[in-house]
């Protein structure tokens, strides 16, 4: 029967266990694996609330959230312990995503990057090194 359907035979005596205990009612999913959520449904609207009005009103300076000060708002509005890996699971669920922020300054003048690259950075690069024995080829005296 597990070739059949292709699983290991351990597979297979569990469900012939199961059926054989509770009968097609043993061989039901029970769900999703893992602990259930800490937080209710209507906590998890509030911490979205919470999050849109950003770091600075739960404060902290920049306007960064990361996953271990969403962990302390979580602990310090709700009282619930969460490590980043769970808050993380959380906002997932919630829909939240990922996002990095831009990295660019805004007085960046592109035109002066582009001559820098042009001038100095081909003087400070130097020339490309020319063929010359490598960590492969055999550089030691051999013994006498």
Same mark, same amino acid.
């Given at each position: 029967m597990a070739r059949e359907f292709r699983v290991? $035979?351990?597979s297979a005596n569990r469900w012939r266990h199961a059926f054989e205990s509770a009968g097609r009612e043993g061989l039901l999913s029970k769900g999703p694996g893992g602990e259930v959520c $800490?937080?209710?449904p209507d906590q998890v609207? !509030?911490?979205e609330t919470a999050l849109e009005a950003g770091p600075a009103v739960h404060g902290w300076d920049d306007q960064c959230w990361t996953l271990s000060r969403i962990a302390e708002v979580v602990r310090r509005r709700f009282g619930v312990g969460y490590t980043p890996a769970g808050i993380w699971y959380l906002l997932r669920r919630a829909g939240w995503s990922w996002q990095a922020p831009s990295r660019r300054a805004a007085e960046r003048d592109e035109q002066a990057i582009a001559a820098w690259k042009d !001038?100095?950075?081909p003087i400070i690069k130097g020339p490309r090194p020319g063929w010359? /024995?490598?960590?492969a080829s055999?550089? $030691?005296?051999? $013994? /006498?």
């Open positions: 290991s $035979r351990m $800490r937080l209710d609207a !509030e911490l !001038e100095q950075w010359g /024995p490598g960590s055999k550089t $030691r005296r051999p $013994r /006498p």
